[in-house]
């Protein structure tokens, strides 16, 4: 007797319809999961706001502090939702060859263990770009969850930053949320853009460092996702510039990460690039994440991907990424009118612009033949069992179930209201 087909392996047209069981569960997941925004938005707007608010710089060290509780909580939160509604686990493997290879005392110096020798975390420099191919918009949720295992002790999923369509900047709680959480909201249109991304990302990356707090800034350079619609605009974009068109990923767009990393590096002397090459198991190739997974597919059908494929590179920005030389840059001010203090955007020289242009699409091209090669033999790399470290996507404390509700605020506001009340 064969074995029943797993229905993530299934284009999402092609699985069967519901039980009542599982529309229970996907009505408990919008419960829960609105309920952890609610009261995430709440308290930043309950609790926090009014000490923004206040004069003192103690209460606005008190604010940023919040603010960074709450955006824990919304780790925690995306967190929890894949530990009671969606399980699965990261599997994560290491560069052995190219470029930003690890070697063996690296994997073992960055894996932490508990004392049962179950590995819980990547022990990670703080401060990096992040980036990734882009298949599904579950991606970024993925990403995010990830980061809560990068230098746990640190608590990298506090200090994540993403850029979101200016249009969503006001959308009820969600919208809200993201503005407290100072992510950045660009326009889509370069001219405009590279200012607001000059004057952000000066502020954010002096202040992680002057601060020495990690920092984590997500970024996609392909742009969008790979889908059927953005297929023909890639080869369109290989032909227009006269090189081949990839496979199982679309061309980068280097403009982005290269105003990005030439903005942070001079704040973030240590500032490093993380690279990651994520699959998602079930999806052939050629074909389209987005036809097998999606956010209401994974949370709401229950049919999340048994397991997400990470492949890592870890780069130094100033030593192994060609950013080109600031010295000889000539800044200029962001904004003549306003003439922020210490915010400049620095003009990209043509050559260095090329450069860059180059090594960001062959690095692309062997993201693009590693998931070749892992489609075939099952391996990112050309060893066919490389080492890789299963971690589950689960919080590591029960306790942490309250912060992903943001508890903290309406217990600290009960006990202060009891202790008034005894006085």
Same mark, same amino acid.
């Given at each position: 007797?064969?074995? !029943?087909?797993?229905?993530?392996?299934?284009?999402?047209?092609?699985?069967?319809?519901?039980?009542?069981?599982?529309?229970?569960?996907?009505?408990?997941?919008?419960?829960?999961?609105?309920?952890?925004?609610?009261?995430?938005?709440?308290?930043?707007?309950?609790?926090?706001? !009014?000490?923004?608010?206040?004069?003192?710089?103690?209460?606005?060290?008190?604010?940023?502090?919040?603010? %960074?509780?709450?955006?824990?909580?919304?780790?925690?939160?995306? &967190?929890?939702?894949?530990?009671?509604?969606?399980?699965?686990?990261?599997?994560?493997?290491?560069?052995?060859?190219?470029?930003?290879?690890?070697?063996?005392?690296?994997?073992?110096? @960055?894996?932490?263990?508990?004392?049962?020798?179950? &590995?819980?975390?990547?022990?990670?420099?703080?401060?990096?770009?992040?980036?990734?191919?882009?298949?599904?918009?579950?991606? #970024? #949720? @993925?990403?995010?969850?990830?980061?809560?295992?990068?230098?746990?002790?640190?608590?990298?999923?506090? @200090?994540?930053?993403?850029?979101?369509?200016?249009?969503?900047? #006001?959308?009820?709680?969600?919208?809200?949320?993201?503005?407290?959480?100072?992510?950045?909201?660009?326009?889509?249109?370069?001219?405009?853009?590279?200012?607001?991304?000059?004057?952000?990302?000066?502020?954010?990356? %002096?202040?992680?460092?002057? +601060?020495?707090?990690?920092?984590?800034?997500?970024?996609?350079?392909?742009?969008?996702?790979?889908?059927?619609?953005?297929?023909?605009?890639?080869?369109?974009?290989?032909?227009?510039?006269?090189?081949?068109?990839?496979?199982?990923?679309?061309?980068?767009?280097?403009?982005?990460?290269?105003?990005?990393?030439?903005?942070?590096?001079?704040? &973030?002397?240590?500032?490093?690039?993380?690279?990651?090459?994520?699959?998602?198991?079930?999806? !052939?190739?050629?074909?389209?994440?987005?036809?097998?997974?999606?956010?209401?597919?994974?949370?709401?059908?229950?049919?999340?991907?048994?397991?997400?494929?990470?492949?890592?590179?870890?780069?130094?920005?100033?030593?192994?990424?060609?950013? $080109?030389?600031?010295?000889?840059?000539?800044?200029?001010?962001?904004?003549?009118?306003?003439?922020?203090?210490?915010?400049?955007?620095?003009?990209?020289?043509?050559?260095?612009? +090329?450069?860059?242009?180059?090594?960001?699409?062959?690095?692309?091209?062997?993201?693009? +033949?590693?998931? $070749?090669?892992?489609?075939?033999?099952?391996?990112?790399?050309?060893?066919?069992?490389?080492?890789?470290?299963?971690? !589950?996507?689960?919080?590591?404390?029960?306790?942490?179930?309250?912060?992903?509700?943001?508890?903290? #605020?309406?217990?600290?506001?009960?006990?202060?209201?009891?202790?008034?009340?005894?006085?």
């Amino acid at each position: 007797m064969s074995s !029943p087909t797993p229905p993530y392996t299934l284009p999402i047209p092609a699985r069967a319809p519901q039980t009542w069981r599982r529309t229970f569960l996907a009505t408990l997941f919008v419960v829960l999961f609105d309920l952890g925004c609610l009261m995430i938005n709440g308290s930043q707007l309950l609790f926090l706001l !009014p000490l923004r608010l206040l004069p003192f710089r103690s209460t606005r060290k008190l604010y940023y502090s919040g603010i %960074r509780y709450t955006k824990g909580a919304f780790g925690c939160l995306q &967190i929890l939702m894949c530990q009671w509604f969606a399980q699965t686990q990261l599997v994560v493997t290491f560069e052995r060859e190219g470029v930003g290879k690890f070697t063996d005392e690296d994997i073992e110096k @960055y894996t932490i263990r508990d004392e049962n020798g179950r &590995i819980t975390g990547l022990d990670f420099p703080t401060k990096l770009v992040l980036i990734a191919n882009h298949q599904i918009y579950a991606d #970024w #949720w @993925y990403a995010w969850c990830f980061t809560y295992f990068l230098s746990p002790r640190a608590g990298i999923h506090r @200090y994540m930053y993403i850029t979101l369509k200016k249009s969503l900047r #006001w959308v009820p709680v969600v919208g809200w949320g993201m503005q407290f959480f100072n992510f950045i909201f660009l326009a889509r249109s370069w001219a405009s853009d590279r200012l607001q991304l000059a004057s952000d990302l000066t502020r954010l990356g %002096r202040a992680a460092e002057a +601060e020495h707090r990690p920092f984590c800034f997500l970024l996609y350079p392909e742009g969008t996702l790979v889908s059927q619609n953005t297929r023909p605009i890639s080869k369109k974009f290989a032909d227009k510039i006269g090189v081949k068109d990839l496979t199982h990923v679309l061309l980068p767009r280097s403009t982005g990460l290269h105003y990005t990393l030439r903005s942070l590096s001079p704040r &973030i002397p240590s500032l490093k690039l993380l690279d990651m090459t994520v699959v998602y198991p079930g999806v !052939p190739p050629a074909r389209y994440g987005q036809s097998y997974y999606t956010l209401r597919s994974i949370f709401l059908d229950g049919v999340p991907p048994p397991e997400i494929h990470i492949h890592l590179r870890l780069l130094d920005v100033k030593g192994q990424v060609p950013i $080109g030389d600031l010295s000889a840059s000539k800044p200029t001010p962001v904004d003549g009118a306003t003439k922020q203090k210490g915010v400049v955007e620095v003009e990209i020289p043509s050559n260095e612009k +090329e450069t860059f242009d180059v090594w960001l699409r062959e690095l692309w091209q062997e993201k693009d +033949e590693s998931i $070749g090669r892992f489609h075939e033999t099952g391996s990112f790399s050309k060893d066919p069992a490389p080492p890789k470290l299963n971690i !589950p996507i689960q919080l590591d404390r029960k306790l942490e179930i309250l912060d992903a509700f943001c508890f903290f #605020w309406p217990a600290a506001l009960a006990y202060s209201w009891k202790r008034l009340r005894s006085g």
